[in-house]
C-alpha cells in the first residue's frame, strides 16, 4: 500500500506546531479527528496505541523520518496523516536529529498484513533523499501530494 493511496490534500499538514515528539502525534491524531477521518469517540485508544508502541522504541527512524503507527479494533480500513515540520521535531529519532517529515497511520487490527506492507512501502519511500528534499521545498498540501503519488508526472521527475 502506497501512502499517495492514503492521504488525501486535507490529510497533509504542511507545516506542523508541534515542537516534540508526543505533541506531534497528539497534533496528528488531533488533526485526523477535526477532519472526520478519525471517530472522536476512538481518539483515546488510538493515543493510547500509539503511547504503548512509542514506549517500545520510537518510531523515528532516522533521516528526519517518523512512522508513528498503532492498530484499532473498531476501524474498518486504514487512516494516514502526513505532517511536515520545516524547524524540526524533536522526536527521540533513532539518528539523535530533528524529525521534519511524520507520517502517522493506523491499521485495522484485523488486518495485520496491511501494517508491514504500509511500513514498507513509506519506509522505502522516505529513504529517498530527493523525495525529502523536494517535499521539504514545496509550500501547500497539494504539491505535497504531488510528490507523494508515483502517479504524478512531477512525482517521477528529477530534480522538481
Given at each position: 500500500?502506497?501512502?499517495?493511496?492514503?492521504?488525501?490534500?486535507?490529510?497533509?499538514?504542511?507545516?506542523?506546531?508541534?515542537?516534540?515528539?508526543?505533541?506531534?502525534?497528539?497534533?496528528?491524531?488531533?488533526?485526523?479527528?477535526?477532519?472526520?477521518?478519525?471517530?472522536?469517540?476512538?481518539?483515546?485508544?488510538v493515543l493510547?496505541?500509539?503511547?504503548?508502541?512509542?514506549?517500545?522504541?520510537?518510531?523515528?527512524?532516522?533521516?528526519?523520518?517518523?512512522?508513528?503507527?498503532?492498530?484499532?479494533?473498531?476501524?474498518?480500513q486504514v487512516?494516514?496523516?502526513?505532517?511536515?515540520?520545516?524547524?524540526?521535531?524533536?522526536?527521540?529519532?533513532?539518528?539523535?536529529?530533528?524529525?521534519?517529515?511524520?507520517?502517522?497511520?493506523?491499521?485495522?487490527?484485523?488486518?495485520?498484513?496491511?501494517?508491514?506492507?504500509?511500513?514498507?512501502?513509506?519506509?522505502?519511500?522516505?529513504?529517498?533523499?530527493?523525495?525529502?528534499?523536494?517535499?521539504?521545498?514545496?509550500?501547500?498540501?497539494?504539491?505535497?501530494?504531488?510528490?507523494?503519488?508515483?502517479?504524478?508526472?512531477?512525482?517521477?521527475?528529477?530534480?522538481?
Open positions: 500500500m502506497k501512502l499517495s493511496q492514503l492521504v488525501s490534500v486535507e490529510q497533509i499538514l504542511p507545516e506542523m506546531r508541534a515542537g516534540d515528539h508526543w505533541s506531534a502525534i497528539l497534533e496528528l491524531v488531533e488533526h485526523l479527528i477535526t477532519i472526520g477521518k478519525l471517530p472522536a469517540a476512538l481518539r483515546d485508544e493510547t496505541s500509539l503511547k504503548v508502541r512509542e514506549e517500545l522504541v520510537s518510531t523515528g527512524i532516522g533521516g528526519g523520518v517518523a512512522i508513528p503507527h498503532a492498530f484499532s479494533d473498531d476501524l474498518d487512516v494516514a496523516v502526513f505532517g511536515r515540520s520545516q524547524a524540526g521535531i524533536d522526536f527521540e529519532a533513532l539518528d539523535g536529529a530533528p524529525v521534519h517529515h511524520v507520517i502517522l497511520f493506523i491499521v485495522p487490527r484485523r488486518d495485520y498484513h496491511l501494517h508491514l506492507q504500509t511500513l514498507a512501502a513509506i519506509a522505502k519511500m522516505f529513504t529517498n533523499s530527493e523525495i525529502r528534499r523536494r517535499i521539504s521545498e514545496v509550500g501547500s498540501s497539494e504539491e505535497i501530494l504531488a510528490i507523494l503519488d508515483p502517479k504524478s508526472s512531477r512525482a517521477g521527475a528529477p530534480g522538481n
